[in-house]
């Protein structure tokens, strides 16, 4: 039996993350059920940073992630976490009333400016003349080092003395005098807090600890890369996405990653990709743009996982004390990850929130897991 402050179930970017700022000032257990961390959703991103995808609360998230990724602490990584990458929205004539809806909210006006279709092309030179109509040029999107920021947190959690069990997979949770016990083929675990931030398989860790589930849904989304032209134009091209998010493409390191966009109600698991989606994807970028695909040189899905309002769950559960909540992150967790792990540590620690978070915009109840364990309870 291993005693600690706090068990941390999941070794994806939350559970390291959040691990890893507790470790600060917490004995931290971190439990995964694979044998290395990142194998599932953070393993499988596009690794885009950008202040206008997803929703209000992620929106005031990932801004208040900002100053982590372009200035993390001293030692924290060998090379920058973000490089600079726009996010190039485009329209067609028939997606004019979309793209004007979208340029015209408040933080994405702000973030963005208008680009002409000679513009966008000229931005985005695979694009087709006779496709694009219009654009949104958000400048200051950026590419994320994943493995850099994984690498970091991991980094920052062993040297402040936490512990990475894996693998462990958390078989049973039970609630006791000491507080929350987890039990794994690798050992058992108390603490007085359990973070449960175990991505798709969060309902089932939930459940584990008699909690009725949240309505966390996982859909499946598909990647691959193609080989692109070798031209520098190219490589230094923006991401370019549809305004309906029907499809995007981005350089890749030599190469285009393209995905579809889809999101496919799918049972937590190493979900893999579904032909149909690949096709989907190459067919409507070879509609966009001069590419032509002749070969796939990799595929992958993975596991985007929100709540029935698209925010995350971000706090301490009303229904069982000492039960914390990080999940939910949608398509959207690696950009946030490090105000979302500042966030959840500071609560899980019975902290205000930090000024920073609220300052962006961050409305706390709309993250909290109360607005959603009421309707659970009531189903
Ligand atoms: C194709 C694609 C593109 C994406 N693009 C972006 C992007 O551009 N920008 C962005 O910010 N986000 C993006 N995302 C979303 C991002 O990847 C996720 O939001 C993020 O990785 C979620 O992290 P997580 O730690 O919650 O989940 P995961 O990485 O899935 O980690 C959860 C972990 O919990 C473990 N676990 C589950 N049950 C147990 C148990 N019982 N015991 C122990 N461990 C357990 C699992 O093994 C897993 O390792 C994308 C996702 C996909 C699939």
Not at 48 to 63: K, N, T
Not at 79 to 108: C, H, K
Request: aromatic share 6%.
């Amino acid at each position: 039996m291993t005693e600690a402050d706090v068990i941390v179930i999941g070794g994806g970017i939350a559970g390291v993350s959040v691990a890893a700022e507790l470790s600060r000032a917490r004995r931290v257990v971190l439990l995964e059920r694979e044998t290395q961390p990142a194998f599932h959703a953070t393993g499988r991103s596009a690794a885009l940073f950008s202040e206008i995808y997803g929703g209000p609360p992620i929106r005031a998230l990932s801004r208040a992630s900002r100053a982590f990724f372009t200035g993390p602490p001293d030692g924290f990584a060998d090379a920058p976490l973000v490089t600079p990458r726009g996010s190039l929205f485009i329209a067609r004539p028939d997606q004019g009333a979309a793209l004007a809806a979208f340029a015209g909210e408040a933080d994405v006006a702000g973030a963005t400016r208008m680009v002409s279709a000679a513009e966008a092309i000229r931005l985005s030179p695979l694009l087709r003349p006779d496709y694009v109509d219009a654009g949104i040029l958000e400048p200051d999107s950026a590419d994320i080092d994943v493995h850099g920021l994984l690498t970091g947190y991991l980094r920052l959690l062993k040297a402040n003395g936490g512990v990475l069990v894996a693998p462990a997979p958390v078989t049973a949770l039970e609630p006791g005098a000491a507080g929350w016990r987890a039990t794994t083929p690798a050992g058992a675990f108390t603490a007085p807090v359990v973070i449960n931030a175990a991505g798709a398989w969060a309902d089932e860790v939930a459940a584990l600890a008699g909690l009725r589930p949240l309505g966390l849904q996982p859909l499946r989304r598909t990647a691959l890369t193609v080989e692109a032209p070798q031209d520098a134009a190219v490589a230094a091209a923006p991401l370019t996405i549809d305004i309906d998010e029907q499809f995007y493409f981005k350089p890749d390191a030599g190469r285009l990653l393209l995905s579809p966009a889809d999101e496919t109600p799918n049972p937590p698991c190493d979900v893999q990709p579904d032909e149909w989606d690949v096709a989907v994807a190459v067919d409507r970028v070879e509609t966009a743009t001069r590419l032509q695909v002749r070969r796939i040189q990799a595929k992958w899905a993975g596991l985007r996982t929100f709540a029935p309002d698209r925010a995350p769950v971000i706090g301490f559960d009303p229904r069982a004390p000492g039960f914390f909540w990080l999940a939910g992150q949608g398509g959207y967790g690696i950009q946030t990850a490090p105000a979302n792990a500042r966030l959840a540590a500071a609560l899980a620690l019975g902290a205000p929130p930090p000024p920073d978070i609220a300052e962006a915009g961050l409305d706390l109840e709309t993250v909290s897991p109360a607005r959603l364990a009421g309707r659970a309870e009531a189903d």
